[in-house]
């Protein structure tokens, strides 16, 4: 099976040999994927729609994995036990649903090992929600597809068990900028490429905007133009963060 690019990208952020748990499964093409390269022993697609899920279930039958796809309706995490899946894989949700899930499904998420996620919107709620919550960020990812910018992530949910390798948390006590919520930290680290080229694209736009509105003495234009040049500060910091990285450290 051939996946978009955005796809393509959160199956490569899900543990090989892990169980995966694919909510709001739509065609069902990530497990599908998945199962057909050998990474995954078994998948539980799920969706809150039935027209969807007769869609996987159709797709899942028509290359053969009936027996290791299983097809759930369910709203979240409602129709999964804790411990059928290693992996959550949310993606193409909008923010605040993608929270709302992880919320709702506490019990099942902390008996996890991972969940990546990838959501439409409101990404910088999602991140401060995960830090908030004790979940710790693994790895970050972001692609280009048709002209949008698709952020995505691997977190580890907060569980006792967890990280007895003895690489406790990172992220444990520490806050992010606002740069760090709003674009990555790891991929602010990273100088991530995509990253970049969003940066370069979210300056060029806000600057286009900030000089048609030149010369306007209305209210609303001054405040627009506060706006315009308070996301322009940030823009620059998110380019500039691996200088402002070692200033802050002294390094």
């Known amino acids: 099976m051939e996946l978009s690019k955005r796809l393509t990208a959160v199956a490569s952020l899900v543990t090989a040999g892990y169980r995966v748990a694919d909510i709001g499964t739509d065609h069902g093409y990530v497990p599908i994927y998945l199962t057909e390269q050998g990474m995954i022993p078994g998948a539980v697609a799920m969706d809150v729609n039935p027209g969807p899920l007769e869609r996987a279930a159709e797709n899942i039958r028509a290359h053969g994995l009936e027996t290791q796809i299983q097809t759930r309706l369910s709203d979240g995490f409602a129709a999964l036990k804790p411990g059928e899946a290693d992996t959550a894989v949310i993606a193409g949700m909008g923010g605040a649903l993608t929270v709302r899930i992880l919320s709702e ?16 919107s409101e990404i910088e709620k999602v991140r401060s929600f995960l830090l908030e919550k004790g979940f710790l960020f693994i790895r970050e990812d972001m692609v280009e597809e048709d002209g949008k910018y698709y952020p995505m992530m691997k977190v580890q949910p907060p569980s006792c068990d967890r990280r007895k390798d003895g690489t406790e948390t990172e992220d444990a006590g520490k806050t992010w900028s606002t740069e760090e919520l709003r674009y990555g930290r790891l991929l602010l680290e990273q100088g991530h490429p995509v990253l970049r080229q969003y940066l370069l694209r979210e300056l060029r736009i806000k600057e286009q905007i900030l000089r048609g509105i030149e010369g306007q003495e209305t209210e609303r234009a001054a405040l627009r133009r506060k706006e ?11 380019m500039n963060y691996d200088a402002l990285q070692r200033n802050h450290t002294g390094h």
Do not use: N
């Open 105 to 120: 499904g506490a019990e099942v998420v902390r008996s996890l090992k991972e969940c990546v996620l990838q959501p439409q």
């Open 228 to 238: 315009l040049e308070e996301e322009l500060d940030s823009i620059k910091k998110g």
